[in-house]
């Protein structure tokens, strides 16, 4: 499968910036791309920095005027395409949600994101309702593509959940950087903690995973931090936690990666991690803690 990812950096205008991917997503499918995955609220900056009511009004429901115009790029260029949105379910209730095209336009599914942080300059527990759609993967024309968001990339129960039933690649829409007063050393410490983590989603369920994160600096409006420097670094691991491609960590990216989908099967056939579950022992992870 030949998938594109697109790591940007956004400005304010959203319309800008949504008028910038499209043009991407043309030109990855015109190189050949099947699928095309976006990073987390690519239309806007990421504006969980700051707690404002003023923010809902980027919101957009689904279907939209919004969702139109991807559905008419899927279409158009005959993709799959992975898109990352704030959704307005409702007054007063919001989503982080991930809406996938399929290649005639229509809506193929949706996940709403089931982790939810709340960290300084990443407050989105004032912004996002946690999901309630479960870990579905959703059904497309290039696969059972288990697409989940962000925070949940920390979470194995997330990815093994989605393996379980059934995806066929683990697909993660990212906004992650570091804060100006982390130390070089912590600053380190923390993207290869993020790296190795999904490698590992990556090595446990004998799937491809596909992170797109977004890249550049986002002052914080309120002034309180130094606002975040989002460090790219996209990638995408084979079902052995291979690396297939990686991105800078301060630019920007347009890519198509190959990868090989019949490896999984292989690759689950030597190391039978789901043969050699002991799941009637696993009662405990359920449990907030164990005393």
């Given at each position: ?167 066929e690649m683990l697909i993660y829409p990212t906004a992650i950087g570091w804060e100006s007063s982390d130390t070089p ?107």
């Amino acid at each position: 499968m030949k998938v594109g990812i697109i790591q940007q950096h956004n400005g304010a205008d959203v319309a800008a910036n949504r008028a910038r991917l499209i043009e991407k997503i043309r030109l990855l499918a015109a190189d050949g791309a099947q699928l095309v995955v976006l990073q987390e609220l690519h239309d806007s900056l990421y504006f969980c920095q700051t707690e404002n009511v003023g923010n809902f009004d980027l919101a957009v429901a689904i279907p939209s005027d919004v969702t139109d115009a991807y559905a008419l790029v899927a279409r158009e260029c005959g993709i799959v395409l992975v898109t990352s949105l704030f959704e307005r379910r409702a007054p007063g209730l919001y989503h982080n949600t991930a809406v996938v095209f399929e290649r005639d336009g229509s809506i193929a599914g949706r996940y709403r994101k089931m982790h939810i942080p709340d960290d300084p300059a990443y407050y989105e527990k004032f912004y996002f309702t946690p999901g309630d759609l479960g870990f579905e993967p959703i059904q497309t024309s290039v696969g059972r593509l288990g697409v989940l968001v962000c925070w949940d990339q920390w979470y194995p129960e997330a990815a093994r959940l989605m393996a379980l039933r059934g995806a066929e690649m683990l697909i993660y829409p990212t906004a992650i950087g570091w804060e100006s007063s982390d130390t070089p050393d912590e600053k380190a410490r923390q993207r290869e903690a993020w790296i190795t983590v999904q490698r590992g989603h990556a090595v446990a369920n004998g799937l491809p995973v596909v992170t797109v994160n977004r890249v550049g600096y986002e002052p914080d409006p309120s002034e309180v931090t130094g606002g975040i420097t989002f460090w790219g670094s996209s990638f995408v691991a084979g079902p052995q936690g291979e690396f297939l491609f990686q991105a800078s960590d301060s630019e920007e990216a347009v890519a198509i990666i190959d990868i090989d989908m019949r490896r999984c099967e292989n690759v689950r056939r030597w190391w039978p991690f789901l043969r050699d579950r002991r799941i009637e022992n696993y009662s405990g992870i359920t449990k907030r803690f164990l005393d």
